[in-house]
């Protein structure tokens, strides 16, 4: 097995390949992460053949780990990365148990977040990546962990996976060529490609803060937005949660605590520059 | 790390982890979730000082240990209420019963489906009122219904349309076509209320159900929790005083004498468990084999060893079934 | 049977509740499992925690507690509340 150790938040990996080639990418790919405290990763994600007598002939790269589905459908080589992120992302998904999760991305300033979660497709994931672009420190893109006892959010700032179009918008606002994973065509998720956060989003990964705003995007309408009442927040927060009924009665008051004391708001934008100044908008009346 | 060793020893010895290095605590962090024993290590390791990471990890081990608690009681309860009114009183089997009757096999264990034992003659009523309740067959063609209720020792399992959990309805504890035929009445009889309308099996048979588990029925995959719960259950239920006496009994009763002793070497020798040797025999050369089967995972969590595993699978299934039989389900398996 | 049957219910006190405007959030513990209550349905499990009842019993109690009439339509009314409550597992009958 090749093996790479890394920690982002409050997750320390252990990840593991037995092909060279996937893991040399990752590395690439996370330069700058710290290490797990202790050199201690306590979860482990894995990626290895489907059947172990082809692992040089047209390999079939399973997902695996510490937590495995058993119907995960097994990928091609040449999305090696793709596959290691989704075992990562699979550990989180079906393990976490100390954080409510959700699944949102999230944004940070002046010590204030914005929770941005709905379905894929939405473009919270494209929508939260700009923002880490544009003056706003990035949590996630996807996973936003909430701590029981305080409520705040801890940041989980894995690489942000953009999908077709997304790619060449980001392209285009980040300099940094070294912060983008090669170009994966054809995956089962479209086009695809990897990128690194801002700098700044992984120095910090570990300051926490409060959640101010949680926001329900859809992509390609006219803007319009609406609020929503705490009954209906806290409905769909939990159906946006992997964890929430595992995390039993820590994770009611948690979720309750989130829905009752921050606003919820639908809204549509027809394109991304139309969707940054409507959150900017937000923000300006919260006073963030 | 080259075997689950250290994952036996830190169940037995909670301070032999007291000095392991980093690399070794994620293998065995690896180790006990593939074994699904990572909720049992957490309450065993729980006065420990750890490292921090490795605290939380067991935290989260426990949060999840009690949620399957929660549900397994849960579903007890509704199984309770569909059954009581029909002075059905469930024998409680496995995981649940373990949870709900508070013994120590129960700590931290993870819990799936519900598992329950009725008498033969209540099966047809039972079956009637949880399929009025919200249960569906999960498979519902003529070959499983047929096979199940020639064959098994249970019904086709059950699927409640809107929670989504698992019931299985035993009638006893090994298939119709296994050579060993335990005495089915005999595990209703002698059965132990725990609560109104609730029973488990008696101390004895819980052990016999076990090691029935373990050697007779599935591959040994997973056989390191299977042998967890037994050494838990004779931990507790060896402080009466007429425990190994019964079990001798009733392991001959339900013509279970060998693996039951099997069972009790094996958990003796891997977990230390106290037995009473009259009862366990003498050591067997294939022990060793069931051993390095039992032990067979790597550092990464992985299974190693798929040739004793292959071996192990056909051993099983042949216990289960006279050859004839086990070459038609093998064929029609292979064409479903 | 069901018109003479009492339903139970656990001491309402017992569960963690959040009141939202719209809304009462009641998680249940025995369950693990979050409700959605609109009126009158904690008004239901508070009387019936107290005390368990027929249909009959609960719909002249509740009447009473609420101030309002207690005619052919409330009695409905109940019923179907009470089958609702008794297929989340939060009331169950004897």
């Known amino acids: 097995m090749y093996r790479l150790d890394l920690r982002v938040g409050p997750v320390g990996y252990r990840v593991g390949s037995a092909w060279r080639r996937p893991i040399d990418a990752l590395r690439r790919l996370y330069a700058g992460y710290p290490a797990p405290d202790e050199g201690l990763a306590t979860l482990t994600a894995r990626i290895e053949p489907e059947k172990p007598w082809r692992r040089h002939l047209r390999p079939q790269v ?33 393990g976490e148990r100390r954080h409510l999760l959700l699944h949102a991305g999230a944004v940070e300033r002046n010590g204030r977040v914005i929770i941005l979660t709905g379905e894929s497709g939405s473009g919270k994931s494209t929508l939260s990546a700009l923002l880490g672009e544009h003056g706003w420190r990035l949590l996630s893109d996807e996973f936003v962990l909430i701590e029981p006892g305080t409520g705040l959010v801890r940041a989980f700032p894995r690489a942000i996976s953009l999908k077709n179009a997304a790619i060449a918008e980001l392209e285009r606002v980040v300099a940094d060529r070294d912060r983008f994973g090669p170009l994966l065509r054809a995956t089962p998720k479209g086009d695809l490609r990897h990128l690194r956060p801002a700098p700044d989003a992984i120095a910090r990964m570990d300051e926490r803060a409060m959640p101010a705003l949680v926001l329900f995007p859809t992509f390609g309408h006219a803007s319009q937005a609406e609020g929503m009442g705490q009954a209906e927040l806290f409905a769909l927060l939990t159906q946006g949660s992997t964890n929430y009924a595992a995390l039993g009665e820590r994770g009611f008051e948690t979720m309750a605590r989130l829905a009752t004391t921050v606003p919820g708001v639908r809204f549509a934008y027809p394109d991304s520059a139309g969707g940054m100044a409507i959150v900017e908008q937000f923000a300006a009346e919260l006073g963030i | 790390m080259r075997d689950a ?32 024993l990572i909720g049992s290590l957490a309450v065993r390791l729980k006065e420990r000082d750890l490292p921090v990471s490795v605290m939380e990890a067991l935290e989260a081990a426990r949060v999840q240990a ?17 059954l009581a009114p029909l002075g059905i009183r469930p024998i409680l089997l496995k995981g649940s019963a373990f949870v709900v009757a508070g013994l120590a096999a129960g700590e931290g264990r993870m819990v799936g489906d519900l598992d329950i034992l009725l008498p033969a003659d209540q099966l047809n009523k039972a079956e009637a009122a949880l399929l009025v309740g919200g249960y569906e067959w999960a498979k519902d063609d003529p070959y499983t219904q047929a096979y199940y209720r020639r064959w098994m020792h249970e019904l086709p399992p059950l699927i409640h349309a809107e929670r989504g959990t698992m019931i299985d309805v035993h009638h006893t504890i090994l298939p119709l076509t296994a050579r060993p035929t335990p005495d089915a009445p005999a595990l209703v009889a002698d059965a ?18 076990a090691a029935c588990h373990l050697i007779a029925d599935g591959d040994m995959a997973g056989g390191l929790r299977n042998l967890w719960d037994i050494d838990r259950l004779v931990r507790d239920f060896s402080r009466q005083a007429n425990f190994w ?75 289960r079934m006279p050859p004839l039989m086990l070459a038609r389900h093998l064929w029609i398996k292979a064409r479903s | 049977m069901a018109q003479n049957s009492r339903y139970h219910a656990e001491s309402y006190v017992a569960h963690p509740v959040v009141t939202t405007a719209d809304m009462r959030l009641l998680f249940h513990r025995a369950s693990g499992e979050t409700h959605l209550l609109a009126d ?5 499990l508070i009387l019936l925690g107290e005390q368990p009842d027929t249909i009959q019993g609960l719909t002249t109690r509740l009447c009473a507690r609420l101030g309002v009439a207690q005619d052919e339509e409330a009695h409905a009314v109940v019923g179907h509340r009470l089958d609702e409550l008794e297929a989340a597992g939060l009331v169950w009958r004897d």
């Open chain 1, 62 to 94: 399973a997902i695996r780990g510490d937590f495995e589905l058993p119907d995960a459908v097994p990928m091609t080589l040449d999305h090696g990365l793709l596959a290691i992120e989704m075992a990562m992302n699979l550990q989180i998904a079906l």
């Open chain 2, 5 to 36: 060793l250290p994952l036996v020893r830190a169940l037995t010895d909670p301070a032999s982890v007291d000095h392991i290095m980093p690399d070794d605590w994620t293998a065995l962090l690896s180790i006990a979730r593939a074994e699904r």
């Open chain 2, 66 to 82: 009690a949620f399957d608690h929660v549900q397994a009681r849960w579903e007890v309860e509704l199984t309770r209420r569909l």
């Open chain 2, 192 to 209: 132990v209320d725990i609560a109104p309308g609730l029973a488990t099996l008696s101390p004895a048979d819980m052990i016999v159900h």
């Open chain 2, 245 to 319: 006496p019964m079990l001798a009994e009733r392991s001959g009763v339900h013509q279970m004498r060998e693996p039951v002793a099997r069972t009790l070497r094996l958990t003796h020798q891997l977990y230390e468990t106290p037995v009473d040797h009259a009862v366990a025999g003498h050591t067997r050369a294939s022990d060793a084999l069931f051993v390095r089967r039992l032990l067979s995972r790597d550092g990464w969590g992985r299974q190693t060893n798929r040739a004793t595993r292959l071996a192990f699978y056909i051993r099983s299934h042949w216990m």
């Open chain 3, 40 to 44: 009158p349905l904690p008004d239901m």
